[in-house]
């Protein structure tokens, strides 16, 4: 075989430097300019031949070649990253009137009549931080909980628009220490692209380009990040020897001129007018834009200012994020269904022809109940505008009328059960239609899913898929068939090995030692939540003198009014119930009373659980609080005394740091507890 010619080792160093100034010039032209000047192929052609020259000369090889981007090994785990300076979160403005809110605090505590400010784009993704030491990337972080983040350096290098060896203008200077803030994210069209890919492979398809990002981030092989679209626009500068800023805008320019990618939609604005001017500018092109943002970000310009206004918790005051209203689309209804509920309620269901809307492709919709259903006047064929309310839950807002073309069909709600065949009677003083069947199959299964339930008897492994084997089968018919159920029983079920079964058994038994509060909400009573359920638990102490407890004797519970006295009575009366209960408790299912409150640090205080704590269940730490005094919520408020945030906090950490609620970690939450 003919050899190749030997390297030119002079040239080969000058072609390796042009190669690589060449594909950074070609990725800044395409992830960051959105304006690629040469085509995927010749891009690849490029790559390779500077791929073959480090092969041949692999001593030239350095971490900051486009080349190396990707190393090829898996991590076991993430390593801990601590944040030299926290990365704070922001608190959220959602109408005019907040926003002017924030300016006239900013005012208040600079004295000063019109503040400058930047406004930027809130993309929707993940927020990193990079280190650069002596202009070479050298390590990256998740934001993780603002104080310690994760090592994800491995995969951020796979980040095309991510510069690995900075290279500024003539007349600049690189930092020796620089850590720059970014946010992680993938364009519409990358993710479009990636989706018609995995479509083609018969892979499921992934829901949104947050997520994509966020889990893409996460890998542990960075082989799998690489394979992702994977944009970043930098927004802030963090620690950074030798420089100093008057303005934010300054540090904005630094990051341009040092090659980060930096968003051209980020403004200035001189005075709460010129911030309303951006925010419509930004709501009018928020579709038009190549990546999807929920907001716009809201930050005083000036160094000094943001150092007197301060932070509150771990939310700065000097900025604040405006977020967009929610969003609407149209889209077609293919069809109405009844569901059926725990409680025997049929609700209209509408399955919409998939739209992406709010972050998420949504395909159906509640219409509540049948008078919903006629206001609106929802047909099958429908054109509609949909929205997710609280961007959670997807409603139909209104009918588009104008494109109705007299092919649509009326739904005629139906007056009997679709699971049972019994009839359907409408509450005398409500708007919901419920089944009227006692050995309704849908009832039953959704019934013994929150029997088992975390808040209930708290049955491991028996999920939604099993309840329904369980009842299908006629192996469980009642709750107390469950605690009969045997070995041999569980083996035949479809997939379910013996250890499986085993487990189950084991949940199961475990299962008997509860707490009255538990039981009796296990036992599904309409209008009976945990809190009813607690407050019955401590009124009557056992379950006896409830089964034969008057309505005047039920009204004495806190919180109980006559309406659900009778609900309660109604319920106990019906002989099936009753022979149920008994059944239970014969089978060794053993409530226990409440025990007294111990008093402490939790006494008259509200709490909210958010997250997963290592020590414990939620359920543990509620009943550890409320043993203690405490009352725990579901949802943070100015009332609330306490948030004991655990791993993967979301919605509610951030919303007690604006309200500046007292924030405990696992550790100081044990603490307190082990002090009362």
């Known amino acids: 075989m003919e050899q190749a010619p030997p390297v030119n080792r002079p040239e080969a160093e000058t072609r390796v430097e042009q190669l690589r100034a060449l594909l950074q010039h070609h990725n800044h032209r395409y992830y960051v300019l959105d304006d690629p000047e040469v085509s995927d192929a010749e891009y690849d052609r490029l790559m390779r031949e500077l791929q073959a020259l480090e092969a041949e000369l692999p001593d030239l090889i350095t971490p900051g070649s486009p080349t190396q981007r990707v190393s090829g090994e898996v991590a076991e785990k993430f390593e801990k990253v601590e944040h030299r300076l926290p990365m704070l979160s922001l608190a959220n403005a959602f109408t005019d009137e907040e926003i002017s809110e924030f300016d006239e605090r900013i005012r208040k505590l600079t004295g000063i009549q019109a503040v400058d400010y930047v406004c930027e784009a809130k993309l929707d993704g993940l927020a990193v931080e990079l280190i650069y030491e002596k202009g070479a990337f050298a390590k990256g972080s998740t934001r993780g909980d603002g104080e310690v983040g994760e090592n994800i350096t491995a995969n951020l290098r796979t980040i095309r628009g991510l510069p690995l060896q900075l290279s500024p203008p003539a007349g600049a200077e690189v930092p020796p220490y620089l850590e720059v803030r970014g946010e992680v994210f993938i364009r519409k069209k990358d ?34 990040t690489a394979a992702r679209p994977l944009s970043i626009f930098f927004y802030e500068v963090g620690v950074v020897d030798g420089r100093s800023f008057v303005r934010h805008w300054d540090k904005l320019e630094l990051l341009r001129a040092l090659g980060f990618p930096v968003s051209s939609d980020n403004s200035r604005a001189a005075g709460l007018d010129e911030v309303r001017a951006q925010y419509k500018r930004f709501l009018e092109k928020r579709h038009d834009l190549p990546y999807e943002i929920d907001g716009m970000v809201v930050k005083v310009d000036a160094e000094d200012l943001r150092r007197r206004v301060g932070q509150v918790s771990k939310s ?109 009677v409408r509450d005398p003083e409500g708007a919901v239609t419920r089944c009227t069947g006692d050995s309704c199959p849908v009832q039953l299964q959704r019934y013994l899913r929150h029997f088992a339930s975390r808040a209930a008897m708290d049955v491991d492994g028996l999920g939604v898929e099993l309840c329904a084997q369980l009842v299908e089968t006629g192996l469980v018919k009642t709750f107390a068939d469950l605690y009969r159920l045997t070995l041999e029983q569980l083996v035949e079920l479809e997939r379910m090995g ?179």
């Not at 209203?325 to 149209?330: G, H, K, L, T």
């Not at 039920?554 to 008994?582: L, Q, S």
Request: hydrophobic fraction near 35%; charge should be positive.
């Open 191 to 224: 993710f479009e692209k990636l989706n018609a890919q995995r479509e083609q492979q018969g892979e499921p398809l992934y829901v949104n380009p947050r997520n994509t990002a966020a889990g893409s981030l996460r890998q542990l092989d960075s082989r799998i």
């Open 498 to 676: 013996e250890k499986s079964a085993q487990n189950l058994l084991a949940a199961v038994q475990r299962s008997k030692k509860t707490t009255l509060r538990r039981f009796l909400y296990a036992l599904g009573m309409r209008h009976v939540g945990e809190a009813t359920a607690k407050a019955m638990a401590e009124h009557f102490r056992s379950v006896p003198p409830l089964l034969e407890a008057p309505v005047d004797e039920i009204t004495r519970v806190k919180d109980v009014g006559p309406e659900v006295a009778k609900a309660i009575r109604a319920y106990f009366d019906k002989p099936k119930n009753r022979e149920v209960v008994t059944e239970l408790l014969s089978l060794g299912v053993e409530p226990a009373p409440p025990e007294a409150s111990k008093g402490g640090p939790f006494e008259g205080r509200t709490v909210v659980l958010t997250g997963s704590l290592a020590g414990m269940s939620r359920e543990q730490a509620k009943e550890e609080v409320e043993r203690r005094g405490g009352k725990v919520s579901g949802s943070v408020s100015r009332k609330t005394d306490y948030l004991v945030a655990g791993g993967d906090a979301g919605s509610k950490l951030k919303k007690a740091q604006e309200l500046g609620v007292k924030v405990l970690d696992e550790p100081a939450f044990l603490a307190l507890l082990g002090s009362g």
């Open 316 to 424: 700065p005051r000097w900025a604040v994020a405006y977020k967009f209203p929610p969003e609407e689309e149209s889209t077609v209804v293919e069809d109405i269904q009844v569901q059926v509920g725990r409680t025997g309620a049929l609700t209209p269901v509408a399955f919409l022809r998939p739209v992406h809307v709010g972050g998420v492709t949504v395909s159906r919709a509640t219409l509540h109940n049948e008078d919903e259903l006629r206001r609106k006047d929802v047909r099958i064929g429908d054109h509609v505008f949909i929205r997710r309310a609280g961007d959670v839950i997807p409603e139909i807002v209104k009918v588009i009328d104008s494109r109705r073309t007299g092919a649509e069909r009326e739904f005629a709600f139906p007056r009997t059960c679709p699971a049972c065949g019994a009839p359907a």
